[in-house]
């Protein structure tokens, strides 16, 4: 891989790490689930530099070329990142119907009090 | 029997008031509310006309959802059986006496209206299929026939409910199969009675498309988890 290559790749993960990052700063990505894309930033930041080490892991396992291995990988990241993100969203569904049905059932006993108040 | 009948909404603004009125003129001794499931159009306020009570959810998250909503109601509030029937006018409220005479007869904790023991009720071939195949799965789990388990025209008791009402006990979209399942294997007994369903009017089919294959995959799944899951 060349240098300008591993160059790229580098500031490619960089920038999605400094752009996570900054979304946490700013308040508009929550830490712990802002934890999965930086370890995807992390994982492209060392892509750079890993042909090496993947080259030897390829071949021993038979793989004649070697960036198949990398895409493997980078598709599993991808999809344990994907359900670890439909794991939160069943919760907050979960939580979102909790919440619609104690407003409900909040909400008509409030009104029968209140009328109830109103009638004395 | 403290009675309260629970009526799921959405959008039904034209139906809610001739359904809540025909409730009211065949089951005069049960209490009756109407669960609006974050409806757009003013199913609330024509709801709220009737005299009936109101549940108002603050967004749409499901028939299921919206059941639920009223067994906890009904836990909350002492009732000793609900009947559910749905806002549309599929269900016609003069049946509800015969699920609580069978419920009476067969000592059942849940009677399941079916609009296919007598009817005439037509479904397209594919949810006929999807109907049928799951039906036979629940006789053969439960070892009571079953011919409809989708229909929302349920009557059920306390116990049965005040369960269905706690936390993910049911499902937000549509209960099936999968809940007679489960409440089979709490020991729950689960029968059906024949009633009379009228063909729903115009609106978007919950079965085009790719969603019988959907309704499918879930339902398997589902089951599933019913016989994996402890008691």
Not at chain 1, 28 to 41: A, D, M, P
Not at chain 2, 88 to 96: L, N, T
């Amino acid at each position: 891989m060349s240098f300008q290559v591993r160059l790229t790749i580098f500031c490619m993960g960089l920038s999605l790490f400094a752009l996570v990052l900054g979304l946490v700063r700013k308040g508009r990505f929550r830490e712990e689930l802002s934890v999965v894309w930086l370890l995807i930033g992390l994982t492209a930041m060392l892509s750079s530099g890993a042909d090496v080490v993947l080259d030897r892991v390829a071949f021993k396992l038979g793989i004649s070329y070697p960036p198949v291995l990398g895409f493997v990988m980078l598709f599993l990241v991808l999809v344990f990142g994907f359900l670890y993100f439909s794991v939160v969203a069943s919760d907050l569904k979960s939580s979102l119907k909790e919440l619609a049905q104690q407003t409900a059932l909040l909400e008509h006993e409030l009104k029968r009090l209140s009328e109830k108040i109103s009638q004395r | 029997m403290k009675t309260l009948a629970i009526i799921p909404a959405y959008n039904e603004e034209g139906t809610i008031q001739e359904v809540v009125m025909r409730t009211r003129r065949e089951i005069p001794s049960a209490d009756i509310v109407v669960v609006n499931d974050g409806s757009s159009d003013n199913t609330s306020p024509v709801a709220e006309q009737t005299g009936a009570m109101v549940l108002n959810l603050p967004c749409n998250i499901g028939y299921g959802g919206a059941l639920q909503t009223g067994f906890r109601f009904a836990a909350k509030h002492g009732y000793e059986v609900v009947v559910t029937i749905d806002g549309d006018g599929q269900h016609d409220p003069s049946f509800a006496h015969q699920l609580m005479a069978v419920m009476a007869a067969e000592q059942a904790d849940v009677v399941i209206g079916s609009r296919f023991l007598q009817g005439q009720y037509q479904v397209g071939l594919a949810r006929k299929l999807a109907i049928r195949v799951f039906s036979r799965m629940a006789t053969r789990y439960t070892g009571t026939t079953f011919t409809d388990p989708t229909s929302g025209f349920q009557l059920l008791r306390r116990r049965v409910f005040s369960y269905l009402a706690l936390r993910d006990n049911y499902p937000l979209d549509y209960p099936d199969v999968n809940i007679i399942m489960a409440l089979h294997k709490m020991k729950f007994k689960v029968v059906e009675a024949p009633v009379r369903m009228m063909e729903k009017p115009g609106g978007e089919s919950m079965h085009s498309g790719l969603k019988p294959v959907f309704y499918v995959m879930r339902m398997s799944l589902a089951i599933v988890m019913v016989l994996l899951k402890k008691v």
